[in-house]
């Protein structure tokens, strides 16, 4: 919807009307240009959105190049609803960088990093690495996540799916990291499926190391 700030505007005024509840909004600098934003922040700013969370990149760029924090800025000085800002924050350092530069953010979206790295969260409140255990702490909330999802899908090939989505980007906190994806990519029953991660545990994986912030 983005080239069409007319049909979004139409869509938000039959919309907020009727939700009970609060909305936020979730967008892309444009679909194919990053100027796109500058005429649908305007139909945004009529509307009292909860949060309006920007990923500095167009559409069509998906997740390559590079983000565009000059253009989130300039939206900074547009937008009346208040701005998350979302995109490659992958190391504390890169946090800390942007939330210099952007003082009056006060709320933040990961993404991938999270994924690859479920201590990044921490790691930026807490200002440091220290973690103990992180190893068992991974294998704990893997296994919570996977009865999470068995819990609440339809079937063991939804189940098996999620989990390999969740291990294309865990697999990177690990060395040899490829190699365990590998595996997981080829399963097809749970059975196979559990057997490969308790082996996986079994053997001490090691976590990559974290070098200015950055896992190597
Ligand atoms: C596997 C995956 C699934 C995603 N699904 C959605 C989605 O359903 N809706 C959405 O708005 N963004 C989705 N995104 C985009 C992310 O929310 C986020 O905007 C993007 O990954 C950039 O942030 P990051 O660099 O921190 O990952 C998805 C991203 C990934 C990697």
Redesign the pocket.
Known sequence: MLPYPDLIDEFLSKVMPKIPGKLSI?CRLGRTEAGEIFRFMPVFNRYPLEEVII?PRTGIQM?EGKTDPDTFEKCLELSVNPLVY????KSPDDFFSLSRRFQTIESW?????A?INPFLPGMIKNENDAISDKVNKIQGFHEALFKRYTDAMNGPAHVIDRMK?IWNYLSNAFENSRFIFKKIKKVRSIRKYKQIVADFFDHEPELKGIENGKLH
Do not use: A, C, E, V
């Open positions: 979730k990923h997740y979302n995109g490659d924050i979206m990961i993404g991938r990093g994924l989505g």
